[in-house]
């Protein structure tokens, strides 16, 4: 997926317009629009059940829509015509549940995608590789196997595999939810350290104190549609829609 | 080797009446041999076949079109559920008669011999279980683990081979190491279509001998070898392959 001939980086470098998803009759996504520009970090915040998984993995085309379009850099995602390798190039996903290759050391991990897939050059992957374990403050776990690692320092082998990639985007859908409380912090660091890095970032998250933080602007998501969004400050400070407000009353 | 131990086993004979001949008399000990080769090449190109066929026929099983998942499913069922015995009689004598002869020059062989029938017909057998052992083992990777593979670029077939099949073959090795031990003793069947593998070749030293029961007590300590070395080997992989952390 070359970008669109007529996309530039002033435009949404990830935008939704009108998306539905139903799974059989149950209709999950009910007109989502959403857009997001090049280093900006967005979050998404919403009642368990709202649509959030669905909604993120319709960006890198893990979920096919129903009906709307989704477009990264300008190429519509859900088209037949689309070079899928392309878009996954572009588009990092983190999962809850970190997905490591079991049967693959932490460096392997890294590397697999970037040999396997690019087919790019094994020593410059592999150097990049230990560079990206380093940021991600896990050097001298190269060899270690994925669960012989606690949740946190897998997530972030997870988050270094897929910058491994070199993508524009990044998605990270409730990466913290699974760890220990005391692990969590480690792996929002991380992230901290790539949107400061000017790295495009959407997060769904349940972490409301991080997402004030880190976010340029945050969607309030309930039953498959998007009630609130604003800047940080103003959706947690003053929320407008009864239903944010609520949710808000309950969490914070 | 025959030098060494033949002297006590003469002397067994002569002062107990118990006649391990294959241990003393050099043509017995080549019979001997030569049943042991026939047999371990036997189950080893039938187990082979059993693990194409297993692997073929998991893959048939998630296929779009429905015949094809229906040939495997009443392939399963019908290997399953009769005697091996029966599908190699039924082979040999069924479609051994019907298959061409080839001219060896002067005279006509079968195409097919029977040790080749043994290995079709019991490698067919066993293939039948190893579809539904790898396919459990494709079943237990997490789709999460495929899926994560898929969000990084990969395409269907390496993921199918970097990631699948690794873990599935890892997911599957108990279940498969018992169907290769009872693979390589339903081997033994092939005697009954005259392979010339162990059994074939120790009833041919005790109508000489008339030492049966010494035979079959040879026979008896083969297998119990033969399958403690096949149960260790596959230990050795198991602990080989394990994935250090793994599901503890
Ligand atoms: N593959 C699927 N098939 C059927 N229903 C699904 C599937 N994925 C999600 N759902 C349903 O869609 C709804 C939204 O799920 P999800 O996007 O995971 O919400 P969230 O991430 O906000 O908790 C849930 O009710 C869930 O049961
Ligand atoms: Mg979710």
Redesign the interface.
């Known amino acids: 997926m070359t970008p669109s001939e007529n996309w530039t980086p002033d435009q949404p470098i990830v935008a939704l317009r009108d998306v539905h998803k139903s799974f059989g009759t149950f209709e999950v996504l009910k007109g989502i629009d959403l857009t997001v520009m090049k280093g900006e970090v967005v979050c998404i915040i919403g009642p368990s059940g709202s649509g959030k998984s669905t909604l993120i993995r319709t960006i890198?085309g893990?979920t096919p829509v129903t009906r709307g379009s989704v477009q990264v850099e300008g190429q519509e995602v859900h088209d037949g015509n689309l070079d899928?390798?392309a878009l996954?190039?572009k588009v990092?996903?983190v999962?809850q549940?970190y997905?490591?290759?079991?049967?693959r050391t932490v460096l392997q991990n890294v590397m697999?995608?970037p040999l396997?897939?690019?087919r790019e050059n094994r020593k410059e992957v592999e150097a990049r590789a230990r560079e990206l374990l380093a940021k991600v403050q896990l050097h001298g776990k190269e060899n270690?196997?994925?669960?012989?690692?606690s949740g946190g320092q897998q997530q972030r082998v997870?988050i270094a595999?897929?910058l491994c990639?070199r993508p524009d985007v990044m998605l990270f859908d409730e990466v913290t939810a699974a760890l220990d409380p005391e692990t969590v912090g480690e792996v929002l660091l991380t992230i901290k350290q790539l949107a400061a890095d000017g790295m495009t970032c959407i997060l769904v998250t349940h972490e409301m104190g991080f997402a004030r933080e880190i976010s340029d602007r945050v969607y309030f998501t309930d039953a498959g549609r998007i009630c609130e969004s604003g800047p940080p400050a103003s959706l947690f400070d003053n929320p407008q829609d009864p239903r944010t407000q609520e949710f808000l009353s309950k969490v914070l | 080797m025959l030098d060494l131990i033949a002297p006590y086993f003469e002397r067994l004979y002569d002062t107990t009446g118990l006649n391990f001949s294959p241990f003393y008399d050099s043509y017995d000990w080549s019979r001997l041999l030569e049943g042991m080769l026939v047999s371990v090449k036997l189950i080893a190109a039938i187990v082979a076949v059993s693990l194409v066929i297993g692997v073929i026929g998991a893959g048939a099983q998630t296929s779009r079109l429905r015949p094809v998942r229906w040939c495997v499913a009443a392939y399963i069922e019908i290997f399953r559920n009769t005697p091996p015995i029966v599908q190699l009689l039924f082979f040999y004598f069924g479609l051994g008669a019907i298959t061409p002869q080839v001219d060896m020059g002067g005279w006509y062989e079968p195409m097919i011999g029977s040790f080749g029938w043994a290995v079709i017909a019991i490698g067919i057998f066993g293939g039948s279980y190893n579809v539904e052992i790898f396919r459990s083992g494709v079943e237990a990777v997490?789709t999460?683990?495929t899926?994560?593979?898929?969000?990084?670029?990969?395409?269907n077939f390496?993921i199918f081979v970097?990631?699948t099949l690794?873990?599935a073959f890892?997911f599957c090795l108990p279940a498969l190491t018992n169907n290769i031990v009872s693979l390589a003793k339903t081997a033994s069947l092939a005697y009954v279509i005259a392979v010339p593998e162990i059994t074939y070749s120790l009833s041919g030293i005790w109508s000489d001998n008339v030492n049966v029961p010494e035979m079959m007590l040879l026979l008896f300590t083969y297998y119990i070898v033969l399958v403690a070395i096949i149960a260790k080997a596959m230990a050795l992989l198991e602990r080989k392959?394990a994935?250090?952390?793994?599901?503890?």
């Open positions: 890198n893990l899928k390798l996954r190039r990092g996903i999962f549940q997905n490591l290759f079991p049967h697999m995608a396997l897939v690019l270690a196997y994925p669960a012989e690692l997870a595999r897929s990639m | 997490p999460a683990t899926e994560a593979a898929e969000s990084l670029g990969f395409s390496k970097y990631i690794p873990l890892r392959l994935l250090p952390g793994y599901g503890q």
